[in-house]
């Protein structure tokens, strides 16, 4: 097996990366941060990116959420070639099939749980009602139907990462990327939202790309992908 | 939720900065908004729409010295002219000394004829003026007047004096109605009353207001009339009525450079806070705005956001400062449209009102758009990384 290219078991692939590089400049210095990525990874997986600090992972994941820009090769996700898109295309695109959860929540303040969630749903046709019902359905998903009309500093760390899972997977995305997730959590959250996360993949078919420095987090995706000084090292599947 | 709504809670998420800068921008579009308005009122003492026809000739010297009364034989005898008025400022109050009005010893068989707009001598009837003649001791006031005074015909006025020493008792036999307040604030009696009172004003009088036929025999009658009493014991200054009330407003100095000045000044020092807080609260929402972007919020949407947060900031504080300056031209016309009549037309007009209101769209608009693009123009992944 190439040692960037990792086969992470059957389906048809819904992100598809093929000699994908990632360089930065400081004036004149190139610094490659990600160099020839060649991966395929399947619809429905729960993938955690793992590896050192400046190993890659982040720019990878950004890669694959379309929020960053390859220097090189070619990105496939959810049957779209990201590098033909332009910037509103792109925008456009996130909004129906990337779903975001980040390491400090990223709610905003000023909103209600109901209205952060409610947020992405401003850019699709739905009606007012039509919303009202949906993010009504998955606060009740991720259990936050009593906190709806709270404000974010009125919430527990676990409940703002759980409301922020709700806004990423209210416009029912195809992939949710996560960023260290658990990373600002106490261990009871961590685990409360993984789990959540891991019911999301495996009852609603959501492909997950999470990155992460913890192992106990990893051990709740089905594939581990370490990178190493921006390359593919190794694939682990994880064995429950 | 609505887009306002989302707009509205951005703005209110430092309520003490938004108060502050929503404060500063009540005061400043207040103060221009009034500043502008009192150039307006002073413009219009120079544009009355009815002072085209008009002349006001006096002594050469200054308006404090006289010119003889039998100066109007001549004035009268000029083909241009339809009618000529004696008129003397005669300064008195009513009861209180703080309660000062305009008030003149004029001729009383022209009055009426060369100031026919402002009294509304369409709606006199004959028999008013005529019982205003008949009554030496008679006056006429304008309804403002007498409704701020309590007056009615056949009410008797007193006034004090403080130019002159005499102290006239008056009665009202006429209250007119004008098309504009200012015209309404002012008393005149008979020219009679001051000669008789007052010997070293006998046969001389402050100025003659002449009405003319034709506008455009003005600059021929003021050379005429000018040349005709030059090298005289008593030469005389004929002017338009526009330039003749300009001396009194550039008395003031040059009012309208220094209102202009402020009004700069205030626009640049509101434009310069307003930026440093939108670029400060936009500085400061940097994550935000990548998770917005990142949740496929095009930049350009984003930008707009930000943009209607600034416009609506202004235009809160706009439409704020401008129910306030509205509220104090009501104040300044009930306390100074008697002291100084002109005052009494005081009022923030709908241009000027626009004009602020544009202004202040417009400071919005560039204080907002410069750090709402730079930040709508900043990667997500940069943005995202300013979190914590």
């Given at each position: 097996m190439n040692a960037n290219r990792f086969d992470l078991g059957g389906g048809e692939p819904i992100i598809t990366l093929r000699g994908i590089a990632k360089s930065y400049w400081r004036e004149a210095l190139e610094i490659p941060v990600l160099q020839g990525i060649d991966l395929e990874i399947p619809v429905g997986s729960f993938v955690a990116l793992m590896g050192p600090s400046g190993s890659g992972k982040t720019t990878l994941l950004n890669l694959v959420a379309g929020i960053d820009r390859p220097t090189g090769?070619?990105?496939?996700?959810?049957?779209?070639?990201?590098?033909?898109?332009?910037?509103?295309?792109?925008?456009?695109?996130?909004?129906?099939?990337?779903?975001?959860?980040?390491?400090?929540?990223?709610?905003?303040?000023?909103?209600?749980?109901?209205?952060?969630?409610?947020?992405?749903?401003?850019?699709?046709?739905?009606?007012?009602?039509?919303?009202?019902?949906?993010?009504?359905?998955?606060?009740?998903?991720?259990?936050?139907?009593?906190?709806?009309?709270?404000y974010p500093r009125q919430l527990s760390g676990g409940q703002e990462q759980r409301v922020a899972i709700a806004r990423a997977i209210v416009t029912d995305p195809d992939i949710l990327v996560a960023d260290e997730p658990t990373g600002a959590l106490d261990a009871k959250n961590a685990e409360e939202v993984l789990g959540l996360m891991g019911r999301l993949n495996a009852d609603m078919g959501k492909t997950i790309v999470m990155v992460t420095h913890d192992p106990k987090a990893a051990h709740h995706a089905r594939h581990q992908i370490h990178l190493e000084k921006g390359v593919l090292d190794r694939a682990v599947e994880v064995n429950r | 939720m609505r887009w306002l709504a989302l707009i509205w809670k951005s703005l209110l998420r430092s309520r003490r900065r938004t108060l502050l800068i929503v404060g500063s921008?009540?005061?400043?579009?207040?103060?221009?908004?009034?500043?502008?308005?009192?150039?307006?009122?002073?413009?219009?003492?120079?544009?009355?729409?009815?002072?085209?026809?008009?002349?006001?000739?006096?002594?050469?010297?200054?308006?404090?010295?006289?010119?003889?009364?039998?100066?109007?034989?001549?004035?009268?005898?000029?083909?241009?002219?339809?009618?000529?008025?004696?008129?003397?400022?005669?300064?008195?109050?009513?009861?209180?000394?703080?309660?000062?009005?305009?008030?003149?010893?004029?001729?009383?068989?022209?009055?009426?004829?060369?100031?026919?707009?402002?009294?509304?001598?369409?709606?006199?009837?004959?028999?008013?003026?005529?019982?205003?003649?008949?009554?030496?001791?008679?006056?006429?006031?304008?309804?403002?007047?007498?409704?701020?005074?309590?007056?009615?015909?056949?009410?008797?006025?007193?006034?004090?004096?403080?130019?002159?020493?005499?102290?006239?008792?008056?009665?009202?036999?006429?209250?007119?109605?004008?098309?504009?307040?200012?015209?309404?604030?002012?008393?005149?009696?008979?020219?009679?009353?001051?000669?008789?009172?007052?010997?070293?004003?006998?046969?001389?009088?402050?100025?003659?207001?002449?009405?003319?036929?034709?506008?455009?025999?003005?600059?021929?009658?003021?050379?005429?009339?000018?040349?005709?009493?030059?090298?005289?014991a008593y030469e005389t200054l004929t002017e338009t009525e526009s330039a003749f009330n300009l001396a009194f407003v550039k008395m003031l100095g040059n009012i309208s450079a220094i209102i202009q000045g402020i009004t700069i000044a205030v626009v640049l020092a509101i434009l310069i806070v307003t930026a440093n807080t939108m670029g400060t609260a936009i500085r400061e929402r940097g994550a935000e705005i990548a998770v917005f972007r990142a949740m496929g919020f095009s930049a350009s949407r984003v930008l707009s956001l930000l943009l209607a947060e600034g416009v609506l900031l202004v235009g809160l504080g706009a439409a704020l400062g401008l129910l306030l300056a509205q509220a104090a031209a009501g104040g300044v016309r009930s306390a100074m449209g008697a002291v100084m009549p002109f005052f009494a037309d005081f009022e923030i007009a709908s241009a000027t009102a626009l004009l602020c209101l544009a202004g202040a769209l417009a400071v919005g608009l560039l204080s907002t758009f410069i750090p709402a693009y730079a930040a709508t123009r900043r990667p997500i992944t940069e943005g995202l990384r300013s979190v914590g």
């Open positions: 090769g070619t990105l496939e996700v959810c049957g779209h070639e990201l590098n033909d898109l332009d910037d509103d295309e792109l925008a456009a695109w996130r909004n129906t099939h990337v779903g975001f959860i980040f390491q400090n929540y990223n709610l905003v303040p000023v909103l209600t749980a109901f209205e952060n969630v409610e947020l992405p749903l401003l850019l699709t046709s739905l009606g007012r009602r039509a919303r009202r019902e949906r993010v009504a359905e998955v606060l009740a998903l991720v259990n936050l139907t009593d906190k709806q009309w709270n | 921008l009540v005061l400043s579009v207040f103060t221009v908004a009034v500043l502008q308005s009192l150039l307006t009122t002073l413009d219009s003492i120079t544009n009355n729409p009815n002072s085209g026809s008009r002349l006001a000739v006096r002594h050469k010297s200054g308006i404090t010295q006289m010119l003889p009364r039998s100066y109007e034989t001549f004035l009268r005898q000029q083909p241009e002219v339809e009618t000529v008025c004696s008129l003397q400022w005669f300064g008195g109050y009513y009861q209180d000394p703080r309660n000062f009005f305009a008030n003149f010893a004029s001729d009383e068989t022209t009055i009426f004829q060369t100031f026919r707009e402002e009294f509304g001598l369409a709606n006199i009837t004959e028999a008013q003026v005529k019982e205003y003649l008949r009554d030496g001791a008679g006056c006429i006031v304008g309804e403002s007047l007498a409704l701020k005074n309590g007056w009615k015909v056949g009410d008797v006025v007193p006034l004090t004096g403080t130019i002159f020493p005499i102290n006239p008792r008056l009665t009202i036999r006429l209250i007119f109605k004008s098309s504009r307040p200012s015209d309404e604030n002012v008393l005149h009696f008979h020219y009679k009353v001051l000669e008789e009172g007052v010997p070293r004003m006998k046969g001389l009088t402050g100025a003659f207001w002449v009405r003319v036929h034709r506008p455009e025999d003005i600059p021929r009658l003021i050379e005429r009339v000018d040349r005709h009493f030059a090298n005289s």
